[in-house]
């Protein structure tokens, strides 16, 4: 009351009658200025413009500057809406000439993102009062002060959300009549933008603008069991589209359409609840706004943003569900075209598109347009970007979901035949492999005939095989045989180690227990085989298998060192050599524990080799340079930590393999076998233990007397 007194009394009165109270009367009005009620900073406002338009400007030099710091205060924000209020009221007492004066630089700060929240609350609520004091002039700046509102709505802070939002609907209130041209372009931009926070505000906002202009409340509760439920009115959505003009309208509707199906949840149920509010008839407003609609959705599958992608998607499947099927053959060739286009994120949008289209519609109408999906999709999984790619092979899952076999049949085919052209074979190969990560229970079949029919195309089996997971372990029987004969067929050419280098990445992608018995059950009866190339080739990937594989093949430890100890009576070094490698990797893969566990294993494997040879011969494996180092630390564990029965085998096991290794072989490791040896012929065993010691030393000095 004496706020509103002060004022009066300075709008009636001489100023130069006022003038000597002036410094006892702003601090109270200051004070009064920043007080917790609402009302009493509003009438205090009032009053210090009532005194500003009597006195002048000259007479408050410090009241603008003081009130511009209480602006950003950062301890209340009551201090800072009493401020702005305060500010404005100031500002209309000076004159519209000061407001176009101060507008740029209000709004440039409010643009800043590099300044402290409570700042940008302040700034932001200059936008809540300034259009109250100067209704028309403001006018001007309503297109410049929405985008940064639009940014504080989807601040970190929540108070400066909450002042965004009353600012935005304080501006759609007083200027929804007067000014829809300047608010809409923005509102509208704001529905697509990349954060989901302002996605949300705009849709409040627009959601806001239409009820002040259809006349209706937006208060009421939408929440039905039906989505589709809808409370417009004929007469509402009339003056909508007048007030709008048709193709604006569109615009707004089908932007507020494609918000139903939003990424965020906010944003979908608050698009939904406008949607309910405004249309009166969707299946027919969606009929209407189609062309428009489709316009968006085409731009939004082009987007880079993947939310955007996914909004877009989605709406193309809501929209098949909603219209039917009969949309379709206007929907298949707008999307068969956006796959020709340069843009590579239109082409991945449209197969994020079809996708979803496809997961909407039922199986016959899909067969009636199949012909011409069948290329699309083909096309796509071939095309030169690996995300177009990506997002093709999840299109192709719903294809096949939907008509089965026959995408198979009719998309597999051409893209075998296009491996053979170099200009695609990698795009093509990529497009497979993706296609498998996702189908590879059914495409697998269609595959590996094509695969390894002569000649074998190891790099397409090595890149599917590394996506296939276990589907592939019921066709390790055809591939790895196929595998081996394109080993074979290289031998001794330039491609030989490349050759090598796939097939192996064909074993290594075996991970699970099933296919490490498969592969080794295969691997190892080639490994017997009487041709000598498919032995090779059959110790060489078993070598790769053994020495690469992250998986566990402890269990058939003992089944190896048999298999690789017969191979090595065979006369071949080419053979010998990857054996000799083999059982190396295997024995390192043991613990202590399980080196002294497989000592029988060594001596049985041992025993059966021998009885292969004639009387007299030497084992041709151990006979290599350092031939007998790959089983000497098992040997040399047992002997030195073994239980005396441990010990005992060993020191006989080491004997055995002496006798059937050559004197020159023996050379590098006669100190290896003799430090065990002597160490516990010198410590208390039984009898059994110390027999046993003399006897090897005996064979061993029998073979290196000069050597010792």
């Known amino acids: 009351m004496a706020a509103q007194i002060i004022g009066n009394m300075y709008s009636l009165t001489d100023q130069k009658d006022l003038a000597p109270y002036l410094p006892g009367i702003i601090p109270g009005l200051k004070s009064s200025l920043l007080d917790p009620v609402p009302e009493v900073r509003s009438v205090s406002a009032r009053a210090l413009r009532a005194m500003v ?13 003081w009130l511009m710091t209480t602006l950003t205060s950062e301890q209340s924000s009551v201090d800072r809406s009493g401020a702005a ?75 400066v959300r909450d002042t965004a939002l009353k600012a935005g609907q304080r501006i759609v209130h007083l200027y929804a009549e007067s000014a829809i041209t300047l608010l809409l372009p923005q509102l509208e931009q704001g529905l697509f933008d990349d954060n989901w926070r302002i996605r949300y505000s705009s849709v409040q906002l627009l959601g806001d603008l239409l009820y002040k202009i259809s006349g209706v409340s937006g208060k009421m509760t939408t929440e039905t069991a039906s ?4 409370f417009g009115t004929e007469a509402s959505s009339e ?10 309208r569109n615009r707004v509707l089908a932007g507020l359409y494609m918000g139903r199906s939003d990424v965020a949840l906010m944003v979908r149920q608050a698009a939904l609840h406008v949607w309910k509010i405004i249309v009166s008839n969707t299946p027919r407003t969606l009929r209407e706004i189609l062309p428009t609609l489709f316009n968006l959705l085409l731009s939004c599958l082009a987007s880079s943003s993947y939310d955007k992608r996914q909004v877009a998607a989605r709406t193309l499947g809501d929209l098949v569900r909603k219209l039917g099927e009969r949309v379709l053959p206007e929907i298949i060739p707008i999307l068969e075209d956006g796959l020709r286009s340069d843009d590579s994120d239109k082409r991945q949008g449209v197969c994020v598109g079809l996708s979803e289209i496809l997961t909407s519609t039922s199986r016959d109408m899909i067969l009636t347009f199949v012909d011409s999906l069948v290329p699309t999709v083909q096309k796509a999984l071939c095309d030169r970007d690996p995300e177009v ?67 074998v195309n190891t790099k397409a089996l090595s890149i599917l095989a590394s996506v296939a997971g276990e589907a592939l372990n019921k066709h390790l029987a055809k591939i790895l045989p196929a595998l081996l004969t394109s080993l074979a067929d290289s031998y001794g050419t330039n491609e030989q180690t490349q050759e090598l280098e796939y097939c192996q990445t064909v074993v290594l992608s075996v991970t699970d227990d099933a296919g490490v018995s498969y592969v080794l059950d295969i691997l190892l009866e080639s490994c017997r085989s009487p041709d000598p190339i498919t032995r090779r080739g059959a110790v060489t990937l078993l070598h790769g298998f053994c020495d690469q594989t992250k998986t566990n093949y402890s269990e058939y430890v003992a089944q190896l060192i048999r298999a690789l100890l017969l191979i090595f009576t065979d006369k071949d ?63 040399r564990e047992s002997i030195l930590n073994g239980t005396p029965e441990q010990k005992e085998a060993a020191v006989q096991g080491l004997g055995e393999i002496i006798k059937v290794t050559s004197a020159e072989a023996l050379k590098p490791s006669v100190v290896h076998i003799t430090g065990p040896l002597i160490r516990i012929l010198g410590d208390r065993f039984v009898y059994s233990v110390k027999t046993a010691v003399l006897d090897t030393l005996a064979i061993l000095l029998e073979k290196t007397q000069a050597m010792l």
């Open 573 to 635: 070094e080419t053979i010998l050599s990857p054996a000799w490698n083999a059982l190396n990797s295997v024995i390192k893969s043991l613990d202590a524990d399980a080196q002294r566990i497989h000592v029988p294993d060594i001596r049985q494997a041992l025993r059966f080799a021998v009885s292969e040879l004639k009387d007299g011969d030497q084992l041709p494996g151990f006979c290599l340079p350092k031939g007998i180092a790959p089983v000497l630390p098992v040997f």
């Open 53 to 65: 338009r009597g006195m002048g400007e000259t007479s408050f030099e410090d009241l603008l500057p």
């Open 85 to 159: 209020q305060g500010l404005a009221e100031v500002v209309g007492g000076l004159g519209v000439d000061k407001m176009h004066k101060l507008m740029p630089e209000i709004i440039a700060t409010a643009e800043r993102m590099d300044i402290a929240p409570h700042v940008k609350d302040g700034y932001i609520m200059l936008f809540i009062y300034f259009p109250g004091v100067f209704k028309d002039e403001f006018t001007q700046y309503i297109g410049d002060v929405v985008q940064p509102i639009l940014r504080a709505l989807a601040d970190e802070s929540e108070y």
């Open 389 to 455: 790619r990506l997002a093709a092979a999840r299109t192709f899952d719903s294809l096949h979901s939907s008509v089965g076999s026959k995408a198979l049949d009719d998309i597999l085919p051409p893209m075998l035949e296009q491996l053979s052209d170099p200009d695609l074979h990698d795009y093509t190969l990529d497009g497979l492999r993706q296609v498998m990560a996702i189908k590879s229970r059914a495409v697998l079949p269609y595959l590996v005939p094509q695969l390894t029919a002569s000649p």
């Open 239 to 248: 003056i909508v589209e007048q007030r709008l003009g048709s193709e604006r």
């Open 227 to 230: 989505e589709d439920d809808n």
